[in-house]
């Protein structure tokens, strides 16, 4: 605490009292001042940020329990202590009830004064801490969820305050689970755009001959299974925020249409050769560096360039550890919240191999790990034997099975290796394990076999 800055103010008729109790806070730090009655006390609260106030109960005019009542009815943020030579117990009662910080007979015992000052000074200090934050919060109450203090993050955060509130086309790139749709979601949410919908589509889980569909539309009857007219998400997010996540999946026909689109805000439904246009802002987001793919020839170079206007790149987890512990807490507040636990933190050990674990599957991986420990922890605290990182060194062999194997740990196994024996074709896959492709996908995904968002 900053002695120097922060004023306590002694509220006394007697001048004596006055004097005595201002040598002492000044000879502890605190600059102190004061005031012979309340009438004087209230003017100087409100055209000064005291911390403290010492107010004796009894003084002529309008006495200490008043002037307790008044400052907490104009909601002025000083901590009150109340001092009196008449101590009963209803004046005490009534200034806990009105708020007061404490309440001390005259002459006070020193140390005791002191050490009461000091707590009260520590809650004033806590309390406009919070307020501060809850003041910051409501600026950025959409980036909540979009944590980190590491320079990256405070780049990612600056570029997303520059293009947040024009409508230029963002590229965000990154590993699989930093964050691309989040960070989409805060451009939007803090765009002019925020009261308009905010449409998100994976390019890859869809099949690329229903695509066309789901980006714009069709006519009843355009193509087998189409029973009715549907609208895709340009239309249907028209003023709004559109995210494209794994653009680069799209076959150089689609890549065609999009930039079409991108150009000249037209398009048509499958089925239609009528042309519909959109003002929808697009945010496209890939795990694949896309000026890689254009030079191997599989992205188009001119959408590329339409896509590149402002590009957000999200380093992965391991190259900012130094927000593993933020995120830690966070998470677990979460849960706890959520669950109903009443868990209070991690034990040294278990916090030393969540910093050191390089997290493959970044943020997404280190959410659903505390989610997990919070949900399976019997204790107070998390230890090392709550936490379930699932390595990505998976054995090659079926040899290396072991019966102290969770579920979990079996079924990806057994899905990367049928996935890499069809040499990562997933309708092969899919088939082989008898699941349908998207819920082959949704696993993918969750065991970080594939590289995505």
């Known amino acids: 605490m900053d002695l120097s800055t922060t004023y306590i103010l002694v509220v006394d008729d007697d001048a004596a009292v006055r004097d005595y109790l201002q040598t002492l806070l000044r000879r502890q730090g605190y600059q102190t001042e004061t005031a012979a009655d309340a009438a004087t006390a209230l003017v100087m609260l409100q055209e000064k940020n005291y911390a403290l106030a010492l107010v004796d109960v009894r003084m002529p005019g309008i006495d200490g329990i008043a002037l307790l009542r008044e400052i907490q009815r104009t909601e002025v943020d000083t901590e009150v202590i109340i001092l009196t030579g008449y101590g009963t117990i209803e004046n005490a009662v009534e200034a806990m009830r009105l708020g007061a910080y ?70 965000i790139q990154g590993a699989t689970g930093t964050g691309k749709e989040l960070v989409a979601r805060t451009i939007h949410q803090q765009s002019n755009r925020r009261s308009e919908l905010f449409l998100a589509l994976n390019c890859a889980a869809v099949p690329e001959s229903l695509l066309a569909s789901e980006l714009f539309g069709h006519e009843k009857n355009a193509f087998t299974g189409a029973s009715q007219t549907k609208m895709g998400i340009f239309e249907a997010a028209d003023q709004g925020t559109i995210l494209l996540d794994e653009l680069s999946e799209m076959s150089h026909p689609m890549q065609v249409s999009l930039l079409r689109t991108l150009e000249s805000g037209e398009f048509r439904r499958v089925g239609s050769n009528h042309t519909r246009y959109t003002n929808a802002r697009v945010i496209a987001a890939t795990n694949k560096d896309l000026q890689a793919e254009v030079n191997e020839g599989r992205f188009r170079s001119d959408l590329f360039f339409r896509l590149h206007v402002v590009t957000i790149d999200l380093p992965p987890l391991q190259k900012r550890k130094e927000d593993i512990v933020l995120l830690v807490h966070h998470f677990l507040a979460e849960n706890v919240r959520c669950l109903g636990k009443t868990i209070r933190g991690f034990t040294d050990d278990a916090l030393q191999i969540l910093e050191n674990y390089e997290w493959p599957g970044n943020v997404r991986e280190l959410r659903n790990v505390i989610e997990r420990a919070v949900l399976l922890c019997t204790k107070n605290e998390i230890s090392p034997t709550d936490l379930h990182l699932v390595s990505t060194d998976l054995p090659n062999t079926s040899a290396d099975y072991s019966e102290n194997w969770t579920l979990t740990e079996i079924e990806r196994y057994h899905i990367q290796r049928v996935f890499e024996r069809n040499e990562k074709r997933r309708d092969a896959t899919a088939a082989e394990l008898g699941i349908s492709v998207r819920t082959l996908y949704r696993k993918l995904r969750r065991y970080n076999i594939i590289e995505d968002k």
């Open 102 to 171: 404490d309440y001390l007979t005259k002459p006070p015992d020193t140390t005791k004064l002191c050490l009461v000052v000091a707590k009260a000074l520590e809650k004033a200090r806590l309390q406009r801490q919070n307020a501060h934050l809850r003041v910051a919060l409501k600026k950025k109450d959409s980036w909540v969820q979009l944590l980190g203090e590491s320079p990256a993050m405070q780049q990612v955060r600056q570029l997303i305050d520059q293009v947040a509130t024009v409508d230029s086309t963002v590229l």
